[in-house]
C-alpha cells in the first residue's frame, strides 16, 4: 500500500506540474493555440494547409518544453500543434518584448549587485530549471519567483537567463553568455554550433540540435538586453543613434577645434562594395524579426537613389578613359549575374574614414554594386579618387589624374580602408550565407562595433605611426632626390612636367592616327588583291589539259567524261575571275573614298612604311592580351592569402609537373605598371627618346611625389591629432558630468554603476591615446579620475610649438634616440 499510495501520488504531482506548463505555454502561445487540448482525446494529426511554414512537432509553443514532457509522454495522450513556426516565434517576440524593460534592470541590479527591497519571504511560485555554465552543468536548481514578477525576472537575480519567455527547463548562466559574446566579436567565424558543442563536450552531454537551438535564443535576449542599456546611456551622454554613427564615430575627423588649419579636402572617406556576405533567399523565413543596427541604412532610404543615375547629366569624364578602366576591371569581377538570383543579400556596401572607422553599411540586394549604394552611403558631394591598390588595373592616364601619389592634400593616405575591413569580415561570411535575416544583421553588426572598438583603441598609434612613416620618408628621400636634382640640374618643377607630358602624350596616342588606319586598311586590300590575282593567273596559266581516265576502254564513254571535268574548270575559272574583279572593284572604291590618286606598288615607301606598321599594330595586340592576363593574375593574386577565400577549381594545379617557372608576385609585380605597358605598346611614336622612359627618371618622379605627400601627411596630422587630444579629454568631462548629474538626480539608480564602468574603461583607452598623442604634439591636459583624484596624462615641458617643420625635428630626434 505504501509503495502504491507513493506511485499515485508521484503521478497526481506530475500530472498538477504538467497542466501548469501546460496554462503557461497557452498564454504564450496566445489565441492561435487550439484551445481543445484535452488529455482523454485521440491525437489529431490535422494539418493547417495555409500554413506557411512547416507546423511544430510538440503540443507546446517552445520546444524547450520537449525535454521535460518526455517523462509523461507515454501516459499523456495530447493533440498536435498545428502553428507555423513564424506564429510561434511572433508571440514568444511579443511576450520578450514586453518583458524587456524589467530583464534590462535585472541584468543591471545583478551585474552591478545592487541591493533591492528585501522581500525573500514572498514567493508566489517555485519551479526548477537546468543551469548551463563555463564549468559546471546543474540539474533542477531551485528558483523561487516573487508576485508579478517574470520568470526569466526570478533567473537574473542568481545570473542566469532561459531560452523561453515563459516556460523554462533550462537557463544559460550570464558568464557563459558572454564569454561567447566576447568570443564571438573578436573571431566571426566561431559560431553558436561550436560554442555548443564545447559546453556539450565539458559537461560530458551528447549533443543535439535543440541545444544549439536554445543557446542561441538565449544569446539573442542577452544582445537585446545589451543594446537596450547601450541606447539608456547613449541617451544620458545626449549621443543621437540617428546622426551619432556619422558625425562623432571618429573623433580625429569630426572632433573640429577653433582656430585649426584648413585640410583640403577636410575628410577622406573610402567607399566600396563586398559580394563575400551573401545570404540565400529563403534562409530563415520562419523569423520575422528585425535587427536594430547603428550601421545599416534602411532598404527604403537606399531606394531614393535608384533612379538618381538616369535623371543626372552627361558626365565630363573623358570616356576613353572610363572605357579603358572598364575594359581593365572585367578580368575582376567577383560576381557572375547569372548565379546572385539565388541570393536575397548579395553583399555590403560601406563607408569609412581613412582612419578605418565604420561610418555606415548598405546591404546589396538581388543585383551587382549598384550606383544606388554609394548615393545612400554618402548622401552628399564627394570627390571621388582612385586607390592605390588598383594601380595595375586602371589606365594610366586614370591614374595621372586621380591616383592618391598624384593628388594634393592626400596625404600617404591609400586609400585602401575598405579592403582591410572586408579581409576581416570575411571571415563572418561562412556564418551568416544560411542564417535568416536577423541573424545576418546581427552577425555583421557585431563583428562592424568590434571592428570600430579595436580601430578607436589603435586611433593613437595609427596617428603615431603616421607620424613616424611621413618622417621616415622625408628623412630617406630628401637627401637621394637633392643630390639626383644636382647631378641632372633638375628641379620639382620637372618631376611635374614629366607626369603631364606622360599624360599628353597618352591621350595623343590613345587613338590610332587616321592616316595610320588608312594606310593599313589600303594595304590589306591591295594584298587581298595580290592574292586574288595570283590565284587567276595560277589557273589560267596552264596551257594544255589532258585527262585520262582510270578506267578507259575503248567502249568507255569517253566525250561525257570529259565534258564534266571541262564544266568543273570553267567553274572554277568564272570563281576566281569573278573574286578578282570584286576585289579590284573594292580597291578601285577605296581609293575613290580616300582620295589616293595612285596605286601602290609593293616597293613604294608608302607601302613598305604601312606593311612594318602592321606588323607592329600585331606586335601592340599582343602587349594588350598579355596585360590582360598579367591584370587577371594580379587580381587572383591578391585574394590568395585572404581568410575564408580559394579557388575550388584549382585544387589539383600545384601537383601538376609545370613546363615553366612558376609566376611569382614579387617578380611580375614589377612590369605590371600600366603606364610601362602604354609605353610598351606606343613605342613606335620615338617615345623612348623623351626622359619619363628612363627607369631612374620614373623612380626619382615617385619619390618625390611621395615626398611632397610626406609632408601633407604631416600638415593633416598635426590636425587630427589636435582633434584627439580635444576629443578624450571632453568625453572623459562629459561622462563625469553624466554620473554627476545622475547621482544628484537619481541616486539609486543602476545605470550610475553602468556608467562608471564605461568610463573605466574608456579612461583606459584615453590614457593610450595621451601616451602616442603627446609624443607628436605637446598637451598640458589634466583629468579627473571618478573618485576625485587628479590624474596628470602626457604632459611635456615647454610650450607648444606651432611651426611644422620643428615639430617634425623634435619628433624625430625622439625617434633616433630610442632606435
Known sequence: MTLLSSSMDLRSKNSTRFKELLAEAQLEAGHDYLETMDFGD?????????????????????????????????????????????????????????????????????????????????????????????????????????????????????????????????AIRIECLELYHQIQRCQSSFGIQAITKVLCTLHNITYFRQLCDQFSDAFDIYLQILQEIRGRIDWILGKDPNTWQINGTCPSCTFKQPNESILSPAWLYAMDGNFSAKRLESSGSADPRLSQSRYFISEAKVDQFKDDVQRRTTSTVDSTISSACTENWTAAKAVDDNKITVFDQTGIFLLACRHGLIECVAEMKCGGELAKYGLAT???????????????????????????????????????????????????????????????????????????????????????????????????????????????????????????????????????????????????????????????????????????????????????????????????????????????????????????????????????QAVRYSQERQFICSVEELEGLVVWRLFELSKANLAGTGYKMRKLAPLQNLPRPVLNYSKIVRYASLGEFSVLKHSHHNILTKPLTVSANRKMAAKDFKLVQSHEEIVQLNVEIKHLQSWVEHEDRTMLEAIDSLLADDPDSSLIAELKTLYAKHHRINNNHRKYTGECLPTDHTVIAPNGDRDDEGSMNGPEDDAMNEEAMRLEDLMLHSL
Open 42 to 170: 485521440e491525437i489529431d494529426d490535422g494539418r493547417d494547409e495555409f500554413a506557411e511554414d512547416k507546423p511544430v512537432g510538440g503540443p507546446l509553443l517552445s520546444k524547450f518544453f520537449k525535454t521535460c514532457s518526455q517523462e509523461w509522454e507515454p501516459r499523456v495522450r495530447r493533440r498536435i500543434d498545428v502553428r507555423t513556426q513564424t506564429q510561434c516565434r511572433q508571440h514568444a517576440n511579443a511576450v520578450w518584448k514586453e518583458q524587456m524593460p524589467i530583464l534590462v534592470n535585472g541584468y543591471l541590479a545583478w551585474r552591478h549587485r545592487v541591493p533591492t527591497i528585501d522581500d525573500n519571504t514572498i514567493v508566489s511560485n517555485i519551479f526548477h530549471v537546468d543551469a548551463v555554465g563555463i564549468s559546471g552543468f546543474a540539474r533542477a536548481i531551485t528558483i523561487q519567483q516573487r508576485p508579478n514578477e517574470p520568470a526569466n525576472a526570478a533567473l537574473l537575480r542568481i545570473g542566469l537567463l532561459g531560452c523561453s519567455p515563459l516556460q523554462l527547463t533550462i
Open 378 to 608: 554618402v548622401n552628399r558631394l564627394l570627390d571621388v579618387v582612385v586607390n592605390a591598390f588598383h594601380s595595375f588595373s586602371h589606365d594610366r592616364r586614370c591614374q595621372l589624374q586621380n591616383h592618391p601619389l598624384y593628388l594634393n592634400g592626400l596625404g600617404l593616405e591609400d586609400l585602401e580602408t575598405c579592403e582591410c575591413i572586408f579581409a576581416s569580415s570575411n571571415s563572418a561570411a561562412v556564418l551568416i550565407r544560411h542564417a535568416s535575416y536577423f541573424h545576418w544583421m546581427q552577425f555583421l553588426d557585431l563583428h562592424f562595433d568590434q571592428w570600430d572598438m579595436d580601430r578607436y583603441f589603435d586611433l593613437g598609434t595609427f596617428l603615431y605611426n603616421n607620424y613616424v612613416q611621413a618622417l621616415q620618408i622625408i628623412e630617406t628621400n630628401t637627401p637621394i632626390l637633392e643630390e639626383f636634382k644636382q647631378l641632372h640640374n633638375l628641379t620639382d618643377a620637372d618631376f611635374i612636367s614629366w607626369c603631364n607630358e606622360e599624360h599628353d602624350y597618352l591621350s595623343e596616342v590613345a587613338t590610332e592616327p587616321t592616316s595610320d588606319a588608312i594606310a593599313v586598311a589600303y594595304v590589306e586590300q591591295l594584298e587581298k588583291l595580290q592574292y586574288a590575282e595570283a590565284t587567276y593567273g595560277h589557273l589560267t596559266s596552264v596551257p594544255f589539259l589532258m585527262y585520262t581516265p582510270a578506267n578507259f576502254t575503248r567502249t568507255s564513254g569517253l566525250n561525257a567524261t570529259a565534258r564534266n571535268n571541262s564544266r568543273a574548270f570553267e567553274s572554277e575559272h568564272a570563281s576566281v575571275l569573278h573574286k578578282y574583279e570584286l576585289q579590284l572593284n573594292v580597291v578601285e572604291d577605296f581609293e575613290h573614298r580616300h582620295s589616293i590618286m595612285e596605286w601602290w606598288l609593293p616597293h613604294d615607301p608608302k607601302y613598305v
